[in-house]
């Protein structure tokens, strides 16, 4: 059986060492792998009939994406970060109606999106050293 509570203590200080010297970049990263991490939970929990657990794992992915889309410099990015801002809504949303539907297809659409857009941050952070 899993030590649940060492799991994510461990987690945890993983997480800290991730981010107490990181880029912006980075953190968009960290942020992205949490939110393919959370939302392969989800796809579980919905395939495993764990409701509850699918409720907290969706609610989770979207305040990530909401944390994504907040960071955003609306002012600042023009078109492109118009665009990103648009995509994080519509992957919330995706994300919600799966929820509501029990869709596990709806998961796996977002997944591939914020794969793409993970892939996207890294040729980013490639080509800023």
């Known amino acids: 059986m899993l030590d649940y509570e060492g799991y994510r203590s461990y987690h945890a200080v993983n997480l800290d060492a991730q981010t107490a010297n990181a880029s912006p970049v980075q953190l968009v990263l960290v942020l992205m ?6 939302m392969a ?13 699918k409720g907290s794992s969706i609610n989770k992915c979207i305040d990530i994406l909401n944390g ?5 410099e ?7 970060v ?17 929820g509501l539907k029990l869709d596990t297809a709806m998961i796996d659409e977002v997944t591939k999106l914020v794969a793409t857009l993970k892939g996207g941050w890294h040729q980013v952070e490639a080509a800023n050293g």
């Open 33 to 38: 792998n949490g939110l393919l991490e959370e």
């Open 41 to 53: 939970r989800a796809r579980a929990h919905i395939e495993h009939k764990r409701f509850e657990a």
């Open 68 to 72: 994504l889309s907040s960071a955003l």
């Open 74 to 80: 609306m002012d600042t990015g023009g078109e492109v």
């Open 82 to 98: 118009a665009n990103l801002a648009r995509l994080y809504d519509y992957c919330a949303w995706r994300l919600n109606e799966a």
